[in-house]
């Protein structure tokens, strides 16, 4: 069976896959939710936009006469994972997770562990301090309620509308980023506390580096809770699992 494979990506490692199927010369698709205005450039065919909840990805599925969907969307993109699993529970199409393992501490790391945004905002209650906020724009809001703090953001895309942040300084930029940049940033903006959610992988980890080298604490944001579901790390694992799934990937 020759595949056609739908990959709902927004992650380093669906780019990364993309570029191996295209070598493969295999029928596929790259979805992206669209919260980036400007993604890169992709070498297989690319949609944009959400598919209307587990329902219309279920459709999405059985009209495009999708054989296998790849989740490779970020560890914190939760409801689309869950739609996902129950999208192809419906359909019967295989399903694999290509994520990131998650960061774990590291000899010098001083973390405070949360369970999620809110309870990141919770822990920001207190006098005044100089924060590195790591969480993306969707989130800004949530943090307008500890006003009092000086608020370092590095954003992908220039903000759309004003930032509800009062005292606040945005760079826009894309990384990756290294330690040793993040380490200058953080001591140019006398930062005294990181808040950043558990990606994993190594494009966002510079920051989590370079707080364990300037002795700063960081609010770490656990990953969501997701359904049971077959995951692997690395593009070459979702190939063999396509073979080991009876797809036909050619020579």
Not at 105 to 119: L, M
Not at 120 to 128: I, K, T
């Amino acid at each position: 069976m020759r595949p056609n494979l739908l990959i709902l990506g927004g992650t380093t490692e669906a780019t990364a896959l993309a570029a191996k199927i295209a070598a493969r010369s295999i029928d596929a698709t790259l979805s992206f939710a669209g919260r980036v205005e400007r993604p890169k450039p992709q070498p297989i065919p690319v949609r944009i936009g959400g598919f209307g909840g587990i329902d219309g990805l279920a459709d999405f599925l059985t009209a495009q006469r999708i054989t296998h969907l790849v989740d490779a969307t970020h560890p914190f993109a939760a409801q689309m994972s869950r739609n996902a699993v129950a999208a192809c529970a419906t359909t019967g199409v295989p399903l694999v997770a290509l994520t990131r393992p998650p960061w774990t501490p590291q000899p010098g790391d001083d973390w405070r562990r949360v369970p999620d945004i809110a309870g990141a905002v919770a822990a920001l209650a207190g006098p005044p301090r100089r924060v590195m906020l790591a969480v993306g724009r969707m989130h800004l809001d949530a943090f307008a309620a500890q006003p009092q703090h000086f608020y370092l953001l590095r954003l992908v895309d220039p903000p759309a509308r004003a930032i509800p942040l009062p005292d606040h300084h945005t760079l826009v930029s894309r990384g990756p980023f290294t330690e040793a940049g993040d380490r200058a940033l953080m001591w140019q903006h006398r930062i005294d506390l990181a808040v950043s959610k558990n990606a994993g992988g190594t494009g966002a980890r510079a920051k989590i580096d370079a707080a364990r080298a300037l002795g700063l604490p960081v609010l770490m944001i656990d990953r969501p809770t997701l359904l049971e579901r077959h995951e692997v790390s690395t593009p070459d694992q979702v190939l063999d699992w396509l073979t080991h799934s009876g797809a036909d990937l050619g020579v």
